[in-house]
Each structure stands twice: as C-alpha cells, then as structure tokens.
C-alpha cells in the first residue's frame, strides 16, 4: 500500500492513469460515498460533527492525488499536462464543495 503512495508522490505512476482511474473514478466514488453516508447519518439525527467528519473524510486523500498530479503532470510538461492539472483543481474544487 505504501508503494502505491510513494510511486503516486514521486511522479512514478503513468499520468494517465493517475489521472482518469485514481482521481477522477476511485476519487469521485469515495467522495460520493460519503458524502452519501453522510447523509444517512444527518437523517438519522446523529452528531453533526460526525455528520461533517464522515463527508471530509476523503478530502485528504483527494488533496494527496491532486498534489500528485500536479507533480506527475510538471514532470511530463506540455499542453496536455496542463490540462490535467486544471481539471485536478477543478476535480478538488467539486469534491470539496459537493
């Protein structure tokens, strides 16, 4: 598991996939997730700070993978590099707010 962060942090992971499979699929479904479950939990009148806690659950996680490809992308440089990086702020942007 470890290594998946590491190769993720140093640039080691192909951009692409980076990119469409770790961000915007398994990123997007775990910030749906909870912003689901967070839901459940608000309609079943528990604590809104655990409400809140399980809906910015996955806000670190999304912070790493966009850091990490806006790392991959510099190191790739072009337009298209360019491109990824903004659609990974605008993907954090979305998942935070959503």
Request: glycine share 6%; hydrophobic share 60%; net charge positive.
């Amino acid at each position: 598991m470890t290594d998946f962060f590491r190769r993720r942090w140093r640039g080691e992971a192909p951009l692409e996939r980076l990119f469409w499979r770790d961000m915007l699929l398994v990123g997007t479904i775990l910030s749906i997730a909870s912003s689901a479950l967070a839901l459940v939990l608000l309609g079943l009148k528990l604590p809104l700070w655990l409400v809140l806690a399980v809906h910015f659950l996955p806000v670190p996680y999304n912070i790493f993978l966009t850091i990490a490809v806006w790392r991959t992308a510099e190191m790739s440089g072009g337009f298209k590099a360019q491109l990824v990086m903004l659609g990974s702020a605008l993907w954090l942007i979305a998942t935070v707010v959503a």
